[in-house]
């Protein structure tokens, strides 16, 4: 029977269909899943559950347990930051209480624009009005563009004033934020930089009396009650370091050194005044010098105080305790005479005067000539009556090659040759005799010299007098210093200071004269060693007082380093210098003067001379 085409393309399909039913959709899977499967689903939400609190317990436990200390030493740390910082250290006080160094406490503005309530225009204009234009350098166009352009953080303004603070707080602005910190300044700015050193901005003690009394000067800090033991609190009280400068004094000596150092164009000057009885330093004037509230703007090299830290060949102001040693080793009287031939020769060395082309040898003349005419070879006549290990014991006994033992940092050992190159070479005592072929510092000569004026003594050089409260009463002083020991008899320091004194009335010292006063003196002019070992044209120029000579007690020191000029002495510019200390010195300190003694006053005629040479 024949079929129709639409059976056949029927039967066709049907035969191309799978025998397998159709696959559903995922999703009906996963429907079909979940109504025939809950148990396992809710297994699978609890195990997760289980999993994340197994998860938080251990890491609970580890915070809890194992860093728990830690952390809430932490937290109490950050709970506890102090609004107002303290002060952290001690004020630094002068011989009349004058405050030399303090903690105060700047600000330091941040805006944040995000958080303005009011128009830019409006803040930066309000900004400008009350910040001091030292402090607030941009206009107020520049602030408005610079709100602009940061949302928040901006550093505006630093070192801003307490009050200058009160005023940016009156404002009552938003989006001002004052942050407190303290800084150390120096009301006195470079009067007493080389003293007192400076602090960093992270406040860390540099130099000076600073750095030698930073625990003294530090706060005491104590826990914190009911809080870490790692938070720490600082406690002030009314202590206050004091120094033994005085600002008057010292006032003075700056600013007469500065005037020298420029007149004669030298390299550098140092002023010292000491109580020879105590060892006090009324007065350390160095320059040049540095601002410490401005050190970051100071030469390097200005920050070290070159009185206690650089060595120098003191010339002939070291024949006064040459003589003191020859007087006490007994091998000189006061009263002898010594041959001064003008010209000597030492092996192959020759030594000779400073005038000895103009004047020659002067023949047989008294120790105090000696000092008066400033004779090299008179010194050298004198030091060989001791034998050279006697000299270089005597040497060793004053200190020399070593420091003074003072209360300042950096300072230097003083150098001299070894023992069996000095004892076996006769040129070396003889250079040592007129104050050469050795080194020390300033305030070294300062303390030796000290012996000439207290009896024979052998103090300590310092610079802080102790610890004092709200009542000016000492509470704490050093007790490192060592005992002064006896050096030189009495009688053999009265007889070098009457020969000193001859220097002054009479001879290279007169520029020092005072109407009315005894001045014992010596002048010293040594010619510096070039970096070769010879010696050059340059030359450093001192002088050394001890006032006043009835009732010794201060030591004045004046050196002047590299003064230019053909008339560039110790009697010529270290001289006057003193003479301008003195005349203040006996008024500040109200030393009577004594009977007025007249005597022709001789001019400082010296001449450029020899390298061993010093007028």
Avoid at 266 to 285: Q, W, Y
Avoid at 533 to 550: E, K, L, N
């Amino acid at each position: 029977m024949a079929t129709s085409p639409r059976s056949n393309a029927r039967r066709r399909s049907s035969a191309r269909r799978p025998l397998t039913k159709t696959p559903r959709s995922t999703h009906e899977a996963i429907q079909e899943f979940r109504k025939k499967s809950p148990r396992l689903r809710l297994i699978s939400v609890w195990l997760v559950l289980i999993f994340g609190m197994v998860g938080l317990t251990g890491r609970l436990a580890y915070l809890q347990l194992v860093r728990g200390d830690e952390l809430k030493a932490m937290a109490v740390e950050q709970q506890a930051i102090q609004t107002t910082p303290r002060a952290s250290r001690r004020q630094l006080v002068d011989r009349q209480g004058n405050v030399v160094a303090m903690d105060r406490v700047l600000y330091t503005l941040y805006v944040h624009p995000m958080l303005f309530k009011k128009p830019p225009e409006t803040v930066a204009t309000a900004l400008e009005e009350v910040l001091e234009s030292s402090t607030l350098e941009d206009s107020k166009q520049a602030l408005v563009q610079q709100f602009a352009e940061q949302e928040s953080g901006i550093k505006l303004a630093t070192d801003i004033s307490g009050e200058t603070a009160k005023r940016v707080r009156s404002l009552r602005l938003d989006g001002l934020d004052l942050l407190p910190s303290p800084k150390r300044t120096y009301p006195q700015d470079e009067l007493y930089a080389q003293v007192t050193g400076y602090t960093d901005l992270e406040g860390v003690p540099k130099e000076g009396v600073e750095l030698a009394f930073q625990s003294q000067l530090t706060y005491p800090k104590v826990e914190a009650s009911g809080t870490a033991a790692s938070l720490q609190l600082v406690t002030r009280d009314d202590s206050r370091l004091q120094l033994t400068i005085d600002s008057r004094l010292q006032r003075i000596a700056q600013e007469n050194l500065a005037a020298t150092v420029a007149e004669y164009k030298a390299k550098r000057g140092a002023l010292i005044v000491m109580d020879s009885r105590t060892g006090e330093i009324l007065t350390l004037a160095v320059v040049p010098t540095y601002n410490p509230n401005e050190y970051y703007d100071a030469n390097i090299e200005f920050f070290k105080n070159w009185a206690v830290s650089d060595l120098y060949e003191p010339g002939s102001t070291f024949k006064p305790i040459n003589v003191a040693i020859a007087l006490e080793n007994g091998t000189v009287n006061a009263s002898d005479t010594i041959y001064d031939e003008g010209k000597i020769q030492i092996g192959e060395w020759p030594i000779q005067n400073v005038d000895f082309k103009y004047i020659g040898g002067r023949g047989a003349i008294s120790i105090t000539d000696v000092l008066r005419y400033s004779s090299n070879v008179g010194m050298v006549h004198i030091m060989e009556t001791l034998q050279r290990s006697t000299y270089y014991e005597w040497l060793a006994r004053l200190g020399i090659g070593n420091n003074t033992g003072s209360d300042l940092p950096g300072e230097t050992n003083g150098q001299i040759k070894e023992r069996e190159q000095f004892v076996n070479s006769a040129v070396e005592a003889a250079t040592t005799a007129f104050g050469q072929g050795f080194s020390l510092t300033p305030l070294q000569l300062v303390q030796l010299h000290g012996t000439l004026a207290n009896g024979g003594k052998m103090v300590t050089p310092h610079v802080v007098r102790g610890m004092i409260n709200s009542d000016d009463e000492l509470t704490w002083t050093p007790e490192e210093r060592p005992i002064p020991r006896q050096v030189f008899s009495p009688e053999t320091t009265r007889q070098v200071l009457q020969m000193m004194q001859e220097v002054v009335d009479d001879g290279t010292g007169s520029a020092a004269k005072i109407d009315g006063y005894q001045i014992a003196g010596k002048t010293g002019t040594a010619q510096k060693a070039t970096d070769y070992g010879a010696y050059g044209d340059q030359r450093i120029t001192s002088f050394v007082s001890i006032a006043p000579v009835s009732d010794p007690r201060y030591v004045i020191l004046a050196v002047v380093d590299e003064p230019q000029g053909e008339n560039a002495y110790g009697g010529t510019v270290a001289a006057p210098l003193v003479k301008k200390m003195l005349d203040s010195l006996v008024v500040l300190e109200g030393v009577a003067p004594d009977q007025p003694v007249t005597k022709p006053a001789a001019t400082d005629s010296a001449e450029p001379g020899t390298v061993e040479s010093e007028p």
